[in-house]
Nanobody, 121 residues
Framework: QVQLVESGGGLVQPGGSLRLSCAASGSIASINRMGWFRQAPGKQRELVATITSGGSTNYADAVKGRFTVARDNAKNTVYLQMNSLKPEDTAVYYC???????????????WGQGTQVTVSS
C-alpha cells in the first residue's frame, strides 16, 4: 500500500509562517507529480502548488510569491513553506502525489488525510 501523511499544520497569526511536510511511504517505485491542495469552509478544493519529478513548480495566483513547494526525492517527501500567511489561507491542506506502485507497477493518484491550517489573530 501507499500512504501519504501530512504534518506541520496548526494555528498561526496573520503574517506568520508554517511549513507543511508530506511523506509518502509504502510500495513505491517512483513518484511523478507531487502537490498540495486546500479546501476552505464552503469552498471547493483548489490547487495550491505542484512540483514535478524534475523540479518544475506551479502555483495558484493566490499564493504565488508567498508559498514555496519543494521535494526531497530521497525521502519521498514534499514540503510547502508558507510565508506571510493571511486569514484567507485558512483551510484543510491536502497532499497529493502521482505514485507508481512497486507492487503492481501501476500509477495511482494518492491523497493524504489533510492537515488543518488556521490563520487568525
Amino acid at each position: 500500500q501507499v500512504q501519504l501523511v501530512e504534518s506541520g499544520g496548526g494555528l498561526v497569526q496573520p503574517g506568520g509562517s508554517l511549513r507543511l511536510s508530506c511523506a509518502a511511504s509504502g510500495s513505491i517505485a517512483s513518484i511523478n507529480r507531487m502537490g498540495w491542495f486546500r479546501q476552505a469552509p464552503g469552498k471547493q478544493r483548489e490547487l495550491v502548488a505542484t512540483i514535478t519529478s524534475g523540479g518544475s513548480t506551479n502555483y495558484a495566483d493566490a499564493v504565488k510569491g508567498r508559498f514555496t513547494v519543494a521535494r526531497d526525492n530521497a525521502k519521498n517527501t514534499v514540503y510547502l513553506q508558507m510565508n506571510s500567511l493571511k486569514p484567507e489561507d485558512t483551510a484543510v491542506y491536502y497532499c497529493n502525489a502521482l505514485v507508481n506502485s512497486a507492487y503492481d507497477r501501476r500509477w495511482g493518484d494518492y491523497w493524504g488525510q489533510g492537515t488543518q491550517v488556521t490563520v487568525s489573530s
